[in-house]
């Protein structure tokens, strides 16, 4: 799994993330490996929201300069 740097996009975040949400669902992982990827989880909810909050204060920034 990538780490959770800037350079990575948001879509692809969320595909990790969903891909970790259907391995758990489906029942793939021991308990090792569950408490493994649900921190891995926590970690990529965390960057997609520090990313949304990030494009939502550049979009803010943004409409106030065009006004």
Known sequence: MKNMNE???YEEALAQLE????KM???EFDI???AVQLK???R???????????A????AKVQSEAE
Do not use: H, P
Not at 19 to 22: A, D, E, L, N, Q
């Open 7 to 9: 350079n990575i996009k």
């Open 19 to 22: 891909t970790i949400v259907r």
């Open 25 to 27: 669902e489906a029942g």
């Open 32 to 34: 090792d490996e569950l």
């Open 40 to 42: 891995a989880a926590q």
């Open 44 to 54: 990529i909810i965390k960057f997609c929201k520090d990313k949304l909050s990030k």
């Open 56 to 59: 939502e204060s550049e979009l």
